[in-house]
């Protein structure tokens, strides 16, 4: 197993900014730059949505439209970590934003193709 914990979520005021942190654990982990990490939130009343995906070495990223320009993707793999800054934050980026791994393919924005999750770190952005 994989264990994935998020970290970094709070009350924030719109045009703020957030720093949301991944820590992967796990003996099934083998190498961390092995998987490739997304970030997926969920708001109130609606379907979990992807968010951004970061390939292996870090060299590529994926964005949704609705945080293209907005929200960056990063990894420290020596560090087993993932990153989304968050910048410019909009009352509609409340959710509860989930990291997600896979190690099969690269860009996935289904939730069905990752496979582990963490449970969570709530984002609230006010008006």
């Known amino acids: 197993q994989v264990q994935l914990v998020e970290s970094g979520g709070g009350l924030v005021q719109a045009g703020g900014s957030l720093r949301l942190s991944c820590a992967a654990s796990g003996r099934s982990i083998r190498t961390f730059s092995d998987y490739a990490m997304g970030w997926f939130r969920r708001a109130p009343g609606k379907e979990r949505e992807f968010v951004s995906v970061?390939?292996?070495?870090?060299?590529?990223?994926r964005y949704a439209d609705s945080v293209k320009g907005r929200f960056i993707a990063s990894r420290d793999n020596a560090e087993n970590m993932a990153y989304l800054q968050m910048n410019s934050l909009k009352p509609e980026d409340t959710a509860v934003y989930y990291c997600a791994a896979n190690d099969k393919v690269y860009g996935a924005t289904e939730p069905s193709r990752y496979d582990y999750w963490g449970k969570g770190t709530q984002v609230t952005v006010s008006s």
């Open positions: 970061i390939s292996w070495s870090g060299g590529s990223r």
